[in-house]
Nanobody
């Protein structure tokens, strides 16, 4: 079992930055690929970024590429999402997620791939 808790959301002006954190519990966390998703009001949950258990492989949605950076510190059981050059369209609830590598399909962009989810943290970007 993996329990995830996000933090770091808030209100920021367009062009600003935020860093989200996702603290994980569970002794097998270090072996789990992790992802960040977001969901705006009235929209489906969408993929933002993912990284492998080691952090060596990362993938990003085109909409955030070059602005967001996903990373992890396995010694601290924490995954981060550094968000720079924020835009109003980045406004959403951001969720971190973990996938059991035993069953990992490789479809990192699909929410159904992930087995564990945090409660989400709100990010609001004002224009």
């Amino acid at each position: 079992q993996v329990h995830l808790v996000e933090s770091g959301g808030g209100v920021v002006q367009a062009g600003g930055s935020l860093r989200l954190s996702c603290a994980a519990s569970g002794r097998t966390f270090t072996t789990y690929p992790m992802g960040w998703f977001r969901q705006a009001p009235g929209k489906e949950r969408e993929f933002v970024a993912t990284l492998s258990w080691s952090g060596a492989s990362t993938y990003y949605a085109d909409s955030v590429k070059g602005r967001f950076t996903i990373s992890r510190d396995n010694a601290k059981n924490t995954v981060y999402l550094q968000m720079n050059s924020l835009k109003p369209e980045d406004t959403a609830v951001y969720y971190c997620a973990a996938v059991d590598p035993t069953f990992y399909s490789g479809r990192y962009y699909h929410p159904s791939t992930y087995d564990y989810w945090g409660q989400g943290t709100q990010v609001t970007v004002s224009s």
